[in-house]
């Protein structure tokens, strides 16, 4: 059975950071991401690394954000630093059994089930 688990989300203030891991078990992937999705917002895309760990960003995390993996683990991570209000969300693990041909939610075939981050003024 294919799960992705979410761990390290909770509540910071404006400033700090929080790491974020998923640990996949049942199959071996491809390909990572992490997408977010705020009340009343659509999900959006966050971060991804592929199988040969390129890296991408959203925008509005690049540069505070990065995403990285131990395959040894079966683990991606996300570490968030100098967070603001505007990442409060539920942040989702995606995970890919081959290659992404785009950064869509579309391209992932499983996901986790969401945790929170919240980051306080």
């Known amino acids: 059975q294919v799960q992705l688990v979410e761990s390290g989300g909770g509540l910071v203030q404006a400033g700090g950071s929080l790491r974020l891991s998923c640990a996949a078990s049942?199959?071996?992937?491809?390909?990572y991401a992490w997408f977010r999705q705020a009340p009343g917002k659509e999900r959006a895309f966050v971060a991804a690394?592929?199988?040969?760990?390129?890296?991408y960003y959203a925008a509005s995390v690049k540069g505070r954000f990065t995403i990285s993996r131990d395959n040894a683990k079966n683990t991606v991570y996300l570490q968030m630093n100098s967070l603001k209000p505007e990442d409060t969300a539920v942040y989702y693990c995606?995970?890919?059994?081959?290659?992404?041909?785009?950064?869509?939610?579309?391209?992932?075939?499983?996901w986790g089930q969401g945790i929170q981050v919240t980051v306080s003024s």
């Open positions: 995606a995970a890919a059994l081959g290659a992404v041909r785009s950064l869509g939610a579309g391209e992932y075939d499983y």
């Open positions: 690394i592929d199988w040969i760990d390129n890296t």
């Open positions: 049942g199959r071996t992937f491809s390909s």
